[in-house]
């Protein structure tokens, strides 16, 4: 690309050294200027007989100058030379890569994150309305072998088309680069995943969250219900550390055939009792499942945002009458969604024979939009 050469032609500034003094000026650059661009990396160190010359950022040069001038530390001379890229360098974000190799660009169209699932990429472009259909299809694409070039681990790159939606959960993704394989493998604290980026839910985001419930206060012999647990994180990362029986539940069949392969993957099949079954049918029959389950459960998890307070009919079913644990999740209305999220699943509780008995824990998650935070709560219940 005509870029690219064009880079290759620019003239910079450079540290002329001698070569017995380059790691001196590098231990000295590490060392007084740390968090300051000084060294640019991205070009290659030039040798001229027994000199080093070293790439140096314009923004730094002074500060440099002037401290080495003042501890007189080292002889040096401040020459300009054409610079060559360094093939190996390798730029930490996509915004650094791309002011780079497209400097005519307006940065702030480059999305501020996106999501890593195994070896995909999922990312959303929430600004691009000015751009023509052709400037938008090459924007999207530079951007997307933008993340490949800084992510290792990635081979596709997908963008999000449409929200989250209907019952499984799932969101329409448009492949950008890549092969259009949207089946992968995720590892997450220890714990390993295989899915389907276009037939399962499954977000990194919660990473922290699934950690913190598989660490928190379970006890050994607990029986646990996972109610939408769709390729199994909540429930494998709690087998894999506890010694519990969770029964795991997912209306999707796909989330299903993959939950029960990660089972087997995470070594978990004595833990975990898969079904792929709408949790409310529990409450329908006299199944062997509803007479084995019905008032012996000790902790729930309820991870469907949008609608989990509509299955707490189901939470109170299955609970112990001497109480247990909910791990509920919501999306409530900012700026005050934790005190929210409390009211309405207090208020929702009531219309059944259990009531809250402490708030163990709340936080909110992340943000979901604009004016919703996703919020998590641990709140002990007990029949009344
Ligand atoms: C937000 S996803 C959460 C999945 C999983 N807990 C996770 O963290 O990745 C909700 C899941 O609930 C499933 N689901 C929705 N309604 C359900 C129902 N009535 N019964 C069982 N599963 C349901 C969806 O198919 C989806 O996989």
């Not at 003239?11 to 001698?18: A, D, S, V």
């Not at 070569?19 to 001196?24: A, E, G, W």
């Amino acid at each position: 690309m005509t870029h690219k050469a064009e880079n290759n032609e620019q003239e910079g500034l450079f540290i002329r050294l001698n070569k017995h003094d380059v790691q001196s000026f590098i231990d000295l650059v590490q060392r007084q200027f740390k968090s300051k661009p000084t060294i640019e990396y991205r070009y290659k160190f030039i040798k001229e007989r027994d000199f080093i010359l070293i790439p140096l950022n314009r923004s730094s040069m002074d500060e440099i100058q002037n401290y080495i001038e003042s501890n007189r530390s080292l002889k040096y001379e401040i020459v300009s030379r054409k610079v060559i890229k360094n093939p190996k360098f390798k730029y930490k974000t996509i915004e650094d890569l791309l002011k780079e190799e497209r400097p005519e660009w307006n940065y702030k169209l480059i999305p501020k994150s996106y999501d890593i699932i195994g070896s995909i990429a999922i990312i959303e472009f929430p600004n691009l309305d000015n751009l023509s259909q052709k400037e938008k299809n090459l924007f999207k694409e530079d951007v997307a072998k933008a993340v490949v070039n800084v992510n290792k681990s990635v081979k596709s790159v997908y963008e999000k088309v449409s929200q989250v939606k209907g019952e499984y959960r799932l969101r329409n993704l448009q492949i950008l680069f890549g092969n259009d394989d949207p089946e992968t493998v995720h590892k997450e604290n220890h714990a390993i995943f295989k899915l389907n980026v276009k037939k399962t839910y499954f977000t990194p985001r919660l990473v922290t969250e699934r950690k913190r419930i598989a660490n928190s206060n379970i006890c050994k012999g607990e029986l646990i219900v996972d109610m939408f647990a769709g390729v199994g994180p909540f429930s494998i990362q709690i087998a894999k550390k506890r010694d519990v029986q969770i029964y795991s539940f997912d209306i999707n069949v796909d989330a299903y055939k993959y939950l029960k392969e990660n089972i087997f993957l995470n070594n978990v099949e004595k833990k975990i009792f898969p079904y792929n079954i709408n949790i409310k049918t529990l409450l329908e029959s006299e199944s062997q499942l509803n007479i084995l389950l019905r008032g012996k459960i000790n902790r729930i998890i309820m991870n469907l945002p949008e609608k989990s307070l509509e299955f707490l009919d189901v939470a109170c079913f299955l609970m112990k009458k001497n109480g247990g644990i909910i791990h509920n999740y919501q999306f409530c209305s900012k700026p005050k969604p934790i005190e929210l999220g409390i009211k309405k699943f207090s208020h929702t509780l009531s219309k059944y024979q259990y009531q809250i008995e402490k708030v163990i824990h709340a936080n909110i998650v992340k943000s979901y939009s604009p004016l919703m935070d996703l919020i998590s709560l641990d709140v002990k219940i007990i029949a009344k």
